[in-house]
């Protein structure tokens, strides 16, 4: 998405592109009867690191739902308020949730600014909803998203293919391989677990 800058009619000079706020990796697993997403918790701004402890993975629906945002916060959290909603108004069936959510993003103009996307789990399957109106379930038992995310996938990944790791230590090792490498990743991480 390209960032819109106002000149005003009398200046020729724009006015300072804001800094991007680049906010965590998020990676989910599910091996077995267990589902576990962790996250980081750095928060940058810019080339500073603003906040090395943030909270980004959460429970819904009294625990029968993991959720992982990046991206921005107000809107990640804005994109959990309306998951949830949809998971209260359909008995806790997260699928139906998911799609409902898309639908309202059609019609709704505010949700289509929403710069953040979500990883949200139940026992059975995991999805991966943006600000964008897209609604994926991933191939695999792994996903992750993120400024770290295409790291912490393949580490994921690749313990998950070839290690007798839970769900957990591989979300957890993956995290850390992440943090090692991307400079918006810290190795501050929070992993909530379901167990089926």
Request: glycine share 10%; aromatic share 4%.
């Amino acid at each position: 998405m390209g960032n819109l800058v106002k000149t005003p009619a009398f200046s020729t000079q724009s006015e300072p592109e804001r800094p991007r706020l680049r906010a965590t990796t998020i990676v989910a697993v599910r091996k077995g009867s267990q589902l576990a997403i962790g996250g980081d918790g750095q928060v940058t701004l810019g080339d500073h690191a603003i906040k090395h402890t943030a909270r980004k993975v959460l429970r819904l629906l009294d625990g029968k739902v993991l959720a992982g945002f990046a991206g921005g916060a107000a809107d990640a959290l804005s994109l959990l308020d309306r998951v949830e909603k949809h998971l209260r108004e359909g008995n806790g069936d997260l699928e139906r949730a998911a799609m409902n959510f898309a639908k309202e993003w059609r019609s709704d103009r505010m949700l289509r600014r929403l710069e953040a996307m979500l990883v949200v789990g139940d026992s059975r399957q995991t999805f991966v909803i943006s600000g964008t109106g897209d609604v994926l379930r991933p191939d695999e038992d792994v996903v992750a998203i993120g400024s770290g995310g295409a790291m912490a996938h393949a580490a994921a990944l690749a313990l998950h293919r070839h290690t007798e790791l839970t769900a957990e230590t591989i979300a957890r090792e993956a995290l850390k391989i992440a943090g090692d490498l991307c400079i918006y990743t810290n190795e501050r991480i929070n992993i909530e677990v379901l167990d089926a």
